[in-house]
């Protein structure tokens, strides 16, 4: 099994050199416009990918690639159970929620991901029935349970759960990986809470609407935010820990301005630094699942950064978002 990480470990030195160099993202940002991105970004890794119909779908592809490049690397079922269970979660939110909200019962016409550990039948019988409900793991049992209870229309409540699956999936399959990733997951969830709190108060959301949203699993407990939200401290209580003064002097600026694009990219910046910098084992599954994050991470930016070009967004204003170049 060593040996096999050293092959491992070398090969995703070698896949590290695929991710966008700063040179590339400088030229990106200085982009005239959305054509102009393109044609820069066909000539990186992601042009094999470019023959979909849309960037959508490109990037949709390119990430199933990597996960699957990187299991054949790996027979590990800590990291197999890492990438694909998240793979999961995501089908499980379009199949359910076609089913329950959208199309009154029938999923077949939801576009979904390929397949991770849940097969696409299984998830999709088991809104109706309890013999495919008897193959979901735990963690998605009980959410499926509590969407089916949520009143008709209920599309916000819907998320709110599966948003909460998705944490607590992450929190678990990841950590299994490496306690390592524990820091990485929870100052996530940290950073997420903060951003929901943060923009629910400049829209003067009710306290006990805002607490139904936040996340557990972060370094301080939904009760804590709330608390601090009612008394206007949300940026006190973010500093006390350690690494997130910058942060939160972000949030306490967006909380002044109502704009989170710097905040956001501070959270980003720092997300980065743990996945680049994290102490994680040399021999192992750790360094394939974070250079995972860090492919979806730089998808993610891409998709801002062409939104942004397509809709004429000022370099100056992008740059304020993105941790890049």
């Known amino acids: 099994m060593k040996n096999g990480f050293i092959y491992a470990n070398g090969r995703i030195s070698g896949e590290e050199k695929t991710l966008l160099d700063q040179r590339m993202w400088q030229m990106l940002l200085a982009a005239g416009d959305s054509e102009e991105a393109l044609r820069l970004l066909g000539d990186t890794w992601y042009g094999t990918f470019m023959q979909y119909h849309s960037m959508d779908e490109s990037f949709l592809r390119a990430m199933e690639v990597t996960e699957e490049e990187l299991i054949e690397l790996s027979e590990d079922e800590r990291l197999v159970r890492g990438i694909l269970h998240r793979r999961d979660v995501r089908n499980a939110r379009y199949l359910w929620k076609s089913a329950l909200f959208l199309d009154k019962g029938s ?39 509590d969407v089916t209870a949520l009143d008709p229309g209920d599309t916000a409540g819907f998320d709110m759960r599966m948003d909460r699956l998705a944490a607590e999936v992450e929190t678990k399959e990841l950590t299994d990986i490496n306690p390592g990733f524990r820091n990485f997951v929870t100052t996530h969830l940290e950073q997420r809470n903060f951003l929901t709190a943060g923009r629910c108060h400049v829209d003067g959301v009710p306290r006990q609407e805002m607490s139904e ?16 939200y009612q008394r206007g ?60 994050i860090r492919r979806e991470m730089e998808m993610n930016h891409l998709r801002i950064l062409l939104a942004a070009k397509a809709a004429g967004v000022p370099q100056s204003r992008l740059r304020k978002r993105l941790p890049r170049g």
Request: hydrophobic fraction near 45%; charge should be negative; proline fraction near 8%.
């Open 107 to 145: 999923a077949g016409g939801v576009e979904v991901e390929r397949p991770g550990l849940l097969g696409i039948d299984i998830l999709n019988r088991s809104v109706a029935s309890d013999e495919a409900r008897d193959e979901l793991p735990p963690l998605f049992l009980s959410a499926l349970e």
């Open 213 to 228: 949203m936040l996340l557990p699993g972060g370094f301080h407990d939904p009760e804590e935010i709330a608390g601090a």
């Open 233 to 292: 401290s949300l940026r006190d209580l973010m500093a006390e820990t350690p690494g997130f003064e910058d942060m939160a002097a972000a949030l306490g600026e967006a909380l002044e301005e109502g704009s989170f694009l710097r905040y956001e990219k501070e959270c980003d910046a720092r997300l980065l630094e743990l996945l680049q910098k994290g102490a994680f084992p040399v021999f192992g599954p750790s360094p394939l699942a974070a250079f995972v």
